[in-house]
């Protein structure tokens, strides 16, 4: 079942590669089949351990690929880590467990107007913004 659903997103992550005119060599449907198969976020690091037979550029091209495609995010934990999850389509934030390490995606951002009054202010030409939010997911909170 899971196996399934996976084969089914890798086809997805191929298809978001293909639009932007990349072919899928056999290295790569690996690391994608890997991307698809991932339960929550992971580093690159721990995609690779997965991927022996794999070459560390083909990994981390692919990674860079994915999230250029919005396939893929970026999601920068509290200590600093950098790991990818699989996207939701368009601007978002994350919501992240520094208790359990889940993470739940913030749909809605509404703060680029406030962040264009602050720039104007400096004089400083806006061209976007990332944001994570650190806490305590509803499983961890103290009763
Ligand atoms: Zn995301
Ligand atoms: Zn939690
Ligand atoms: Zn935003």
Redesign the pocket.
Known sequence: MLRKRSYALADQLQEALGEQGYRTTSPRRAVLQAVAGQERHFTAEQLREQLPKVGRATVYRSLRLLVDSGAL?R?LLEDGTLHY?L??HGH???LLCVECGS?Q?LLGCDIEEQLHEVSAAHSFQLSGHWLEVYGLCQDCQPQ
Do not use: F, R, T
């Open positions: 995010c999601v999850q996207s939701h978002h934030h994350h993470s995606d």
